[in-house]
């Protein structure tokens, strides 16, 4: 077949499959983000971020082999929304193939830093008690930079724009663009818009936790202020019935979870 080779690319059954695999293990992933979430709302144990997930994943028998699947899958997915934001909807108009080749820019990032997170915990040299630390370590380097307080600030904005970006997902269905006709079908396609509907909307509130701490550590202009997932998570849990909330958010993480399985099994391709 003749073309564009970068369109190909995007179209290939191993780059497919491979993002299939992608799919399925960041699923996992949120299945195991939700049950350590659990244990912080119950217990007050556990690391409840992509990184305590990953590592938790690794510590499972044959847990560095699935670790190194993951990784493979999570190449593969990012190489597939690269392809997508170069080359995809190539039919939509102006704006609208602008803003969602933008959006697969988002996902090629948030997969590519999975995917290295995970690499570095399959060989060893990653750590999951240091993320926050890491986010607060950035915070402070922002905070005393020129300007720093307004770089902080938009930072804030921007993860609450993800935030509210994922919660529309969910509320309007835009999810099921990702997804082929037959997902959304019959009573298993039902089942399928609950998934992404309650999940996309669990993610939004828990990034939108995220970006809440980062616009307090703008505000106290104090770095310990910011965190990343599990500091989230722990704000919530810390709030007046904090553990009913958070088992709440944990129980639509999970979904998520489950829904990128329907995902990698129905996944649309461009």
């Not at 909307?201 to 828990?206: L, N, R």
């Not at 639509?252 to 329907?262: K, S, T």
Request: a positive charge; glycine letters at 14%.
């Amino acid at each position: 077949m003749g073309g564009n080779p970068g369109r190909q690319a995007q179209h290939s059954d191993v780059l497919k499959h491979g993002a299939r695999i992608g799919l399925v293990a960041y699923g996992v992933v949120h299945l195991l983000i939700a049950w350590i979430a659990l244990q912080v709302a119950w217990s007050g144990g556990g690391n409840a971020s992509s990184g305590g997930a990953l590592k938790t994943m690794a510590e499972q028998p044959f847990g560095r082999l699935l670790l190194w699947v993951t990784v493979l899958g999570l190449v593969a997915l990012t190489l597939w929304q690269l392809a997508t934001a170069v080359w995809g909807y190539a039919a939509e108009d102006g704006a609208k193939k602008i803003r969602k080749r933008l959006g697969a820019v988002g996902r090629t990032v948030v997969y590519g830093a999975l995917a290295v997170s995970a690499a570095r915990i399959a060989m060893g040299s990653g750590s999951s008690s240091g993320n926050d630390s890491k986010e607060e370590g950035l915070t402070a380097d922002l905070l005393s930079a020129p300007a720093g307080r307004v770089l902080v600030g938009v930072l804030a904005v921007a993860v609450l724009v993800v935030a509210v970006r994922q919660v529309h997902r969910g509320v309007t269905d835009a999810f099921t663009h990702d997804l082929e006709q037959p997902a959304t079908s019959g009573d298993s396609g039902r089942a399928v818009l609950v998934l992404g509907r309650t999940g996309y909307v669990a993610k939004g509130v828990a990034i939108g936790v995220v970006g809440a701490l980062f616009a307090w550590a703008t505000v106290s202009y104090d770095p310990e202020k910011a965190g990343g997932l599990d500091d989230a998570l722990k704000t919530v849990r810390d709030q007046a019935f904090g553990p009913y909330l958070l088992t709440a958010v944990a129980l639509g993480l999970a979904a998520f979870g489950l829904f990128c399985f329907a995902w990698a099994k129905h996944a649309r391709t461009r």
